[in-house]
């Protein structure tokens, strides 16, 4: 453990990066304490809630009211969920472009895969070959 520059407790571990080297980085914190970056940003952690907002645009398109007055308020109601719900869709597409790997095609991603994967069998095969090694 190691403090941060605003004095809080970061655990620092060692992870293997894609050119295999290694690096000390801090582990990420909880979600519920993580504010959306681009360098921590997984698919868990996407903050993405539009089925609530759906069924509230749905329940208030449902109601039928008879008096004018409540009519006009229920549909002020069903424009603001709606200009809701294209807010969420704005903020969904900033977060999906931020993902790492999003801007490669699928092509490149198997590329990116089988170099990863050759990495870890020359990895493998050297451990093992080390193990063996008697000094």
């Known amino acids: 453990m190691e403090l941060s520059p605003n004095a809080d407790a970061v655990d620092i571990k060692p992870t293997l990066t894609a050119d295999g080297l290694i690096k000390t980085s801090p582990t990420a914190?909880?979600?519920?304490?993580?504010?959306?970056?681009?360098?921590?940003?997984?698919?868990?952690?996407?903050?993405?809630?539009?089925l609530p907002v759906i069924y509230d645009i749905i329940r208030c398109v449902e109601k039928d009211p008879l008096d004018n007055t409540t009519k006009q308020r229920e549909s002020q109601e069903c424009s603001q969920k709606i200009l809701e719900l294209?807010?969420?869709?704005?903020?969904?597409?900033?977060q999906i472009k931020q993902l790492p790997g999003i801007d490669y095609n699928k092509e490149e991603q198997l590329q990116k895969l089988e170099l990863l994967h050759n990495q870890l069998t020359l990895k493998q095969q050297l451990i093992r070959k080390y193990k063996d090694i008697q000094f």
Do not use: M, Y
């Open 86 to 94: 294209q807010k969420r869709f704005e903020s969904a597409r900033n």
């Open 29 to 50: 914190p909880p979600p519920s304490a993580v504010n959306i970056s681009t360098s921590g940003l997984t698919v868990a952690r996407l903050d993405i809630e539009i």
